[in-house]
């Protein structure tokens, strides 16, 4: 079992940045996958970003491609997103998750940090 608990999410004005911190319990965080989604007001949720178990390999949705970076600190049991260049379209409820065997198969989820970016 593995627990999920996102934090640094806030208000922000458009073109600012957060950074969001995803801590994880369990002895094997380091073999999972793990990824960012984010719900809009009215959408369904949608990908954002993920990174393999080593931290080698990292995906991004275009939306986010050259503003967001998401990265890890198996030490820590730590997964973060920077957030950067924010757009109000950004504003969402932010979601951390777990994939225990990096088959794109999201057993674990976090409770969610919302992210407002106002314009």
């Known amino acids: 079992q593995v627990q999920l608990v996102e934090s640094g999410g806030g208000l922000v004005e458009a073109g600012g940045s957060l950074r969001l911190s995803c801590a994880a319990s369990?002895?094997?965080?380091?073999?999972?996958?793990m990824g960012w989604f984010r719900r809009a007001p009215g959408k369904e949720r949608e990908f954002v970003a993920s990174i393999s178990w080593g931290g080698a390999s990292t995906l991004y949705a275009d939306s986010v491609k050259g503003r967001f970076i998401i990265s890890r600190d198996n030490v820590r049991n730590t997964v973060y997103l920077q957030m950067n260049d924010l757009k109000p379209e950004d504003t969402a409820v932010y979601y951390c998750?777990?994939?225990?065997?990096?088959?794109?198969?999201?057993?674990?989820w976090g409770q969610g940090t919302q992210v407002t970016v106002s314009s």
């Open positions: 998750a777990a994939d225990p065997k990096s088959t794109n198969k999201w057993d674990y």
């Open positions: 369990g002895r094997t965080f380091s073999d999972y996958a």
